[in-house]
């Protein structure tokens, strides 16, 4: 017969938040900021109050919510319809994000306490982080939209919902927050310059997105079973996509020369994905093997590890892709020799490339800036393929055309995505007089 345990609720942090945590009759109780003596306070008097009760969870309906126990159970339903295997769009890193500057100023405030001053100095707290403007509004946007969701679910009265409303969003040049330069198409001299340092299989992934315009998010996500190959024109219909929830179909056209490159990644299990990290990893070691010059066979990957800590995954998300395009830009443009990660001489000993720890301290704070100004100028984001899908299509075809390829319902959201030719508008000028 098991032993029945009747302990005392431990004081706990949770990791997410920062926030001292204690569950008491299976519900969380949030008591601030962990190791303060006013969460020790707060966890004292829950604790002696549950002993006088006779160790009995007070009821619910009696106890008020804080904003961090809001943002948990909504952070639990977000992951649920955001963070999909494949189909990871960025909305859930971004929940995390407010959630995490939400909750280290007013984690312990009650939610229906939350209103428009409290709101707006959240707001100044993203400024301060340095977040740009569109950013700041966007993310303003999603605390309404936690705040509606704990209404919607009777966790909160939603009192406040219509004063919080009221906070508009930053405009240009009236704030700190600044301006975020818009996402520009990839040259494609960058593109030719990446192409050959990169693995087959993340070669084809940037093909594929090129030639078809794909979201990132929908590409990775491909399956063989989502693929109609009865036509001389292939159909991908994604089983998931960013506005399913709107009720509208998206199709993505694959033509000849994309099918060609894609047929040695169809997989004989209908749902598996196309492109999976480990056969990159694979394709990479490879790489180096061949590449081994003056070395034995035999001793090629002896240094690999039997059991290694970190295996590759079986599907790729929009992060691990777009530091496989990173990795390779940063091989294409390195950075200038004194601001390089430096290989280290040991005494009787292999020499080592120094970490990034070393590498960081070693640096300057100006020649710190160099580096981040050099990356960001100087790397290929999976959004930019898109952008330059767009384009070509736009230049070639027409703006109607790229709307199509793209999968928007709106031209002037097709707009965004293809830059205007204007090189054909300075030669028409040119001709025109």
Known sequence: ????????????????????????????????????????????????????????????????????????????????????????????????????????????????????????????????????????????????????????????????????????????????????????????????????????????????????GQRPGEMLAMTTGQIDRTGEVWVYRPSQHKNLHRGQDRQVFIGPRTQEILLPFLRLQADEPLFKPSQAMAELYQGRADAACGRSPSRIGMNRKSRPEWKPGDIYDVTTYRKALWRACDRAFPLAAHLRRRRLDRPSQRSRLETVAEWQARLTPEQRDQVRGWKSEHRINPHQLRHTSATQIRARYGLEAAQAILGHKRLDVSQVYAEKNFDAARRIAGEVG
């Open 1 to 212: 017969m098991p032993k029945l345990i009747n302990r005392q609720p431990k004081y706990r942090k949770h990791k997410a938040s920062g926030q001292a945590l204690v569950t008491i009759g299976g519900r969380d109780h949030y008591l601030g900021a962990h190791g303060t003596r006013t969460s020790r306070q707060i966890y004292d008097q829950l604790i002696t109050e549950w002993k006088v009760s006779g160790k009995q969870a007070q009821p619910l309906a009696a106890l008020t919510i804080t904003v961090v126990e809001l943002c948990d159970r909504y952070a639990t339903f977000a992951q649920a319809r955001y963070d999909k295997p494949g189909q990871s769009s960025g909305q859930f890193d971004a929940v995390k994000g407010v959630i995490r500057v939400w909750c280290k100023t007013y984690g312990a405030t009650e939610a229906d306490a939350f209103g428009p001053l409290a709101l707006k100095a959240t707001r100044q707290k993203m400024i301060e982080a340095g977040w740009s403007r569109r950013h700041i509004n966007s993310q303003i946007v999603r605390i309404r939209r936690i705040m509606s969701w704990g209404a919607e679910n009777e966790l909160i009265q939603g009192s406040r919902l219509a004063q919080l409303k009221a906070v508009k969003g930053l405009e240009a040049g009236e704030s700190e927050a600044p301006e975020r330069k818009p996402i520009q198409p990839a040259s494609q001299q960058w593109i030719d310059a990446i192409r050959p340092l990169l693995t087959p299989t993340v070669r084809t992934m940037l093909d594929v997105q090129l030639a078809t």
